[in-house]
């Protein structure tokens, strides 16, 4: 049986793909000829790790059904979700917007993404 957390972060998950999607497409399309090549490049690189990191809160999702009395499961798929909202959204914003403070957020973006896979790591070694 799927408990709300599970349920949370499998639908967050597809929710986060499908918007990583959309701003795809929005970025191919609407931003290609407003952007310099580097931003949007630095849209792109913001773009990959929000589609990648949707699938991975899904992972979270289908880990916690497995081992629902992981805490640290738990922990990685707030820490992943946190993640991509601070690094792919800071990216998003940089590529948009050119306010180059918006680089300072990315890292700690970056560390939550990273401390989410370790956690989801440990979290399967746990039991």
Same mark, same amino acid.
């Given at each position: 049986m799927m408990s709300q957390t599970d349920k949370w972060f499998?639908? *967050?998950?597809?929710?986060? @793909? ?12 609407? %931003? !290609?000829?407003?952007?310099?090549? !580097? ?5 792109? &690189? ?15 999702? $289908? ?8 805490? /640290?499961?738990? #922990?990685?798929? #707030?820490?992943? %979700?946190?993640? &991509? @909202? *601070? ?5 998003? /914003?940089? @590529?948009?917007?050119g306010k180059g403070w918006l680089g300072a957020v990315t890292? $700690?973006?970056? /560390?939550?993404?990273?401390?989410? #896979?370790? *956690?989801? @790591?440990?979290?399967? *070694?746990? $039991?």
């Amino acid at each position: 049986m799927m408990s709300q957390t599970d349920k949370w972060f499998l639908a *967050l998950g597809a929710a986060n @793909a499908g918007a990583a999607v959309a701003l795809g497409a929005f970025g191919a399309h609407a %931003l !290609k000829d407003r952007l310099s090549p !580097k931003m949007m490049s630095i849209y792109h &690189t913001g773009n990959q790790y929000h589609l990648y990191h949707a699938l991975g809160l899904m992972l979270v999702g $289908v880990v916690a059904l497995q081992v629902p009395e992981s805490g /640290l499961t738990q #922990w990685s798929g #707030w820490l992943m %979700l946190t993640g &991509t @909202a *601070l690094f792919s959204g800071s990216l998003y /914003l940089l @590529a948009m917007t050119g306010k180059g403070w918006l680089g300072a957020v990315t890292p $700690v973006g970056g /560390l939550s993404l990273i401390s989410a #896979w370790i *956690l989801l @790591a440990a979290g399967v *070694l746990q $039991v």
